[in-house]
C-alpha cells in the first residue's frame, strides 16, 4: 500500500543532512526549526526515506538476473537406520586402554542373548598420540594403535561372524582428520589415507557412522554424546542433561557413566533417556579421580516403533 507523504516529507527533503553532522542532531534541529516535536520528524523520516514504502527501489536493468538460488553446500544429515532386531551397544572402549574384562563381559552376553548388531558408538580408539594434549612418549605409537583397533575389529568379527557392525566416529577418532588437516592438508580426500581405509573397515565388513551423525533403533536415537558439547551432559545425572536437549528418547555414551532419566508428560507419554558406561580404563592420567563406571547396552526391537533398554553396569569384569 502506497503511504501518503507527510507535510514534513518535503522539509525533510529540502533540508539534506550537512557533513560532519549526525542524523539524529540534523533531525533535532529541523525539529526545533520548524516548532514541531522531535518525534514527528523522527517519524516522517522513518516512514519516507528509512522504510523506503514511497516508490520502489530501481535497478540497473543490464544487471544479469537469475531464476534459481545459487548452489547450496550446506550437508543434510539423515539419521542411520539401524538393520537388526537386537542390537549390543558398546560405548567408549578406548583401544589401546580398553580394559578386557569388561569387554569380555559385554560380548559374552551379547553372545548370550543373541544379538545381531554391534554398535561401537563412538571413541572405539583413542588417537593419543595424534591428539591436541600433551604426549606421552611412553604410550603406544598412532602406528600400533591402528594395529591394535584392527586386531579388535578382527576379534568382534570372530566373536559375531554374521552380525551388522557399525562403527559410529566419536571426538577421539575425528582427531585423525583433524590432524590432517592440521599437518598434511595435502593427503586430505587420498583414498589409501582415509581413516576407514587405514582400519580396513571394508575387510572386517564395518559400516560408518559419521561424526554427529544421530542413529536410530525404532524410535530411539542413539549419539555419541559429543553432538551437544562437554557441558551438557555435566550434571549430577547425564541421561537427564542429554533428556534436556534431546527432548526425545535417546541414548549416549561419552561420559563413561551409566545413568537413566525418565519424564512423563500431560498426557501420560514416557520418554526416557540413556548414558552407557565405558569399556576403558577408569583412572585415565588426564582424570585420575573421575567418577567413571563400565557398562554397556542391549536394545531390543518392539514392533515397527518400539524399544527394550537393559543398560547394564560391570564391575570387576561382572554384570551387577
Not at 517519524?43 to 519516507?48: I, L, M, Q, V
Not at 554391534?118 to 572405539?124: H, Q, S, V
Not at 568382534?156 to 583433524?178: D, Q, S, T, W
Request: with cysteine.
Amino acid at each position: 500500500m502506497k503511504t501518503t507523504k507527510s507535510r514534513w516529507y518535503k522539509v525533510i527533503l529540502d533540508n539534506p543532512r550537512p557533513e560532519n553532522v549526525s542524523q539524529n542532531k540534523w533531525l533535532r534541529d529541523l525539529a526545533k526549526q520548524h516548532n514541531v516535536a522531535f518525534g514527528t520528524i523522527v517519524k516522517a523520516h522513518y516512514t519516507h526515506f528509512v522504510k523506503g514504502k514511497d516508490e520502489p527501489v530501481k535497478f540497473d536493468a543490464s544487471t544479469p538476473t537469475f531464476k534459481v538460488l545459487p548452489k547450496s553446500d550446506a550437508k543434510e544429515n539423515k539419521a542411520v537406520h539401524l538393520q537388526g532386531k537386537k542390537a549390543l551397544v558398546l560405548c567408549d572402549v578406548h583401544i589401546p586402554y580398553h580394559d578386557i574384562p569388561s569387554l569380555h563381559c559385554a560380548v559374552n552376553e551379547g553372545i548370550r542373548q543373541k544379538v545381531d548388531t554391534i554398535i561401537l558408538n563412538g571413541d572405539f580408539m583413542d588417537c593419543h598420540e595424534i591428539s591436541r594434549f600433551e604426549k606421552n612418549k611412553f604410550k603406544r605409537s598412532f602406528r600400533e594403535e591402528v594395529q591394535a583397533t584392527k586386531q579388535f575389529f578382527s576379534w568382534l568379527r570372530f566373536k559375531f561372524p554374521k552380525a551388522f557392525i557399525y562403527c559410529k566416529l566419536g571426538n577421539h577418532e575425528v582427531r585423525y582428520m583433524k590432524y590432517i588437516r592440521s599437518n598434511a592438508a595435502a593427503l586430505e580426500g587420498i583414498e589409501n589415507f582415509e581413516f576407514t581405509n587405514i582400519l580396513d573397515f571394508d575387510r572386517f565388513g564395518l559400516m560408518l557412522v559419521e561424526n554427529h551423525q544421530q542413529m536410530k533403533f525404532n524410535e530411539l536415537s542413539i549419539i555419541h554424546g559429543n553432538e551437544y558439547g562437554g557441558s551438557t551432559f555435566s550434571p549430577v545425572n547425564v541421561a537427564r542433561g542429554l533428556y534436556t536437549r534431546a527432548k526425545a528418547s535417546a541414548m549416549c555414551g561419552h561420559s563413561h557413566v551409566t545413568s537413566e532419566h525418565t519424564e512423563v508428560d500431560i498426557n501420560g507419554k514416557i520418554t526416557t533417556c540413556w548414558s552407557v558406561g565405558c569399556l576403558s580404563e577408569l583412572r585415565p592420567d588426564y582424570a585420575p579421580f573421575a567418577k567413571y563406571n563400565q557398562g554397556f547396552a542391549i536394545v531390543s526391537r518392539k514392533g515397527n516403533t518400539g524399544f527394550h533398554v537393559q543398560n547394564y553396569r560391570i564391575l570387576d569384569g561382572k554384570i551387577l
